[in-house]
């Protein structure tokens, strides 16, 4: 083997290490920003009688105008029923109910797909790939879910707008950007 194609095979090992590195980085980087987005605030809005409301994917918290503070959950049930009675959408609830479980199994499966990375296991990325394929999947679909579907969920929420511009939606929307560009890393070739 010649000088040439030695240095030629051993830049192309260490051009996938990086690549494969720089994938289990940003699956940790997802993974931890959607763990942490879960139940971090998503959004806020003010209703007309002045109370303020933060919207995250496992709950409410509201502050009345008098300065009382109420929560809500419905991960697990918990709370003021009033701030989180549902509207007459049950199956706008339901739908809402389901983003926060999407959340968890998106950030477990990110966690299987940074394993499967680390460890090369197995050698074709086809698993990997599902796996973190399947992961962006579902926390795209439990975003979509927290945002779109908890207007029309909640009673207290009709006819108010809601700015999803809080913590816990901007690290979901990181850790989505993350997880597509380690999937691109890993897609590229092993």
Do not use: K, N
């Not at 942490?36 to 109370?51: F, N, Y």
Request: proline share 4%; hydrophobic share 50%.
């Amino acid at each position: 083997m010649t000088d040439v194609s030695r240095s030629a095979g051993s830049a192309a090992t260490v051009h996938r290490r990086w690549r494969r590195g720089l994938a289990a980085i940003l699956l940790v980087v997802a993974a931890s920003a959607w763990q942490r987005s879960s139940t971090s605030p998503w959004g806020e809005a003010t209703t007309a009688a002045g109370d303020r409301i933060e919207v995250s994917p496992i709950g409410l918290s509201g502050t009345d105008a008098a300065g009382g503070v109420h929560s809500c959950r419905w991960w697990p049930v918990d709370g003021d029923e009033d701030l989180c009675r549902a509207s007459t959408s049950d199956a706008a609830m339901s739908r809402l109910r389901l983003a926060y479980p999407l959340l968890q199994i998106g950030f477990w499966l990110g966690m299987i797909a940074l394993f499967l990375v680390v460890l090369r296991a197995p050698r074709r990325p086809i698993l990997r790939v599902a796996a973190t394929s399947t992961a962006t999947a579902c926390v795209a679909a439990g975003m979509y879910l927290a945002m779109r579907v908890t207007p029309a969920a909640l009673d207290v929420l009709t006819g108010v707008s809601i700015s999803f511009q809080m913590s816990g939606a901007l690290l979901a929307w990181a850790g989505l950007g993350a997880a597509l560009v380690s999937l691109l890393l890993q897609t590229a070739g092993d």
